[in-house]
């Protein structure tokens, strides 16, 4: 029930940040913290010493090893996206904040 409870919280953040950032009410500093703290709940998931899901019992859940590696691949692919995304959503607030960028994205 952890799991579920999880995936709907970070899906109601995502959808109320989607709507409040149509509504110009947040911007690219909402996004640069909601992606810090994804990028932090990702590593804590699967690659600190205190998790029960590492990235080795990922690949090993599956009898294929072609599966394994497509599963940890896409654990990657998905980390590296949470990445860039942070890493342009705090460019953008860099920007805003210097004053290079004045309309709102």
């Excluded at 409870?5 to 709507?19: F, H």
């Excluded at 110009?24 to 709940?41: E, H, K, Q, S, T």
């Excluded at 590492?54 to 990445?83: D, E, Q």
């Excluded at 860039?84 to 959503?89: H, I, M, S």
């Amino acid at each position: 029930m952890g799991f579920l409870a999880d995936i709907v919280t970070i899906y109601m953040v995502i959808g109320v940040g989607l709507t409040l950032s149509r509504r110009d009410v947040v911007g690219p500093r909402f996004w640069a913290m909601i992606g810090a703290g994804g990028l932090a709940l990702g590593w804590l998931s699967h690659s600190s010493p205190f998790t029960d899901q590492p990235v080795s019992a990922i690949f090993h859940a599956y009898h294929s090893t072609t599966a394994g590696i497509l599963a940890v691949g896409c654990l990657v692919l998905r980390m590296v996206t949470v990445l860039l995304a942070t890493l342009q959503a705090l460019m953008l607030w860099s920007h805003r904040a210097t004053g290079h960028l004045t309309s709102r994205l």
